[in-house]
């Protein structure tokens, strides 16, 4: 039986880009005794590519309740427990949460082994003020619930930074250009990715990008402040 120091490690993966993992997460995941991992066989490729071999342990969002339990129960034995989801950074849009509260609140050492986060890397590279600003995520399915979160930000001093699919970016071009008209807006898409690019300009000026060529990928929106 193992002493009780285990550790929960928050283990930052790359966004797109594989040579984007720092030293010391390729450490900790050759060190620690177990990955719980959002998705065991995206992880399990991932691990695969840096010549690493872990148990994993699936945690994903709508059974992190019951993983996290059993997260906790591996702390307890002393083991150190590395999570990492499909991408970035864990907790950001992403599982992660409720396994922290639960590990802090057994008494346990929580550390996020930093790397990288769209947020981080389409924000610092959009060209709009970094000095303050909001990470909204990702807006609600339905129309109305996205319009009222929209209306509610438009006080915010500082750059909007949202995420969002695919299937939704011409949609909420639209939203933005009914909300925000006048705001400067960047789409930061496939970040780190061979097809990196950034598309700044109103939001009728995206949209109409938008229109004329299928934008596809994983997108960053980040939308300028009051200020
Ligand atoms: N935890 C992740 C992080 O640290 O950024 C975010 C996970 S969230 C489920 C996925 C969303 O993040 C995507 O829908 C997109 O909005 C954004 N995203 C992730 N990778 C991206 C990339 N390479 N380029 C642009 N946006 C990205």
């Known amino acids: ?3 009780l120091n285990g550790i929960l490690y928050l283990v930052a ?16 995941l050759r060190e620690c005794d177990l ?7 995206r992880s399990g490729q991932l691990l695969k590519h840096y010549n690493l071999s872990k148990p994993l342990l699936s945690s994903f969002l709508f059974n992190e309740a019951r993983r996290s339990e059993e997260i906790i129960e591996r702390l307890r034995r002393g083991e150190k427990v590395a999570l990492v989801t499909d991408a970035g950074s864990p907790g950001i849009s992403d599982p992660g949460e409720r396994v922290v509260i639960a590990a802090i609140a057994a008494g346990f050492r ?27 995520g990702f807006l609600p399915h339905k129309s109305g619930q996205r319009r009222n979160k929209l209306e509610s930000l438009k ?9 969002e699919s695919p299937y939704r970016i011409e949609k909420l071009l ?48 980040l939308v300028a402040g009051t200020k």
């Open 174 to 221: 639209g939203e933005l250009n009914e909300v925000f008209p006048e705001r400067e807006v960047v789409l930061a898409r496939e970040l780190t990715k061979k097809f990196e690019e950034f598309l700044r300009g109103k939001p009728a000026e995206l949209l109409e990008i938008a229109k004329k060529r299928s934008l596809k990928g994983e997108f960053v929106v």
């Open 35 to 41: 990955v719980a991992a959002e998705d065991t066989r």
């Open 1 to 3: 039986m193992k002493c």
């Open 155 to 163: 006080a915010t001093e500082g750059t909007l930074v949202f995420y």
């Open 110 to 136: 929580v550390e996020a082994v930093a790397g990288p986060c769209a947020l981080v890397a389409g924000l610092t590279a959009s060209g709009l003020p970094t000095e303050e600003f909001h990470f909204v």
């Open 13 to 28: 993966t790359p966004i797109g880009n594989l040579e984007d993992i720092t030293l010391r997460a390729l450490r900790v």
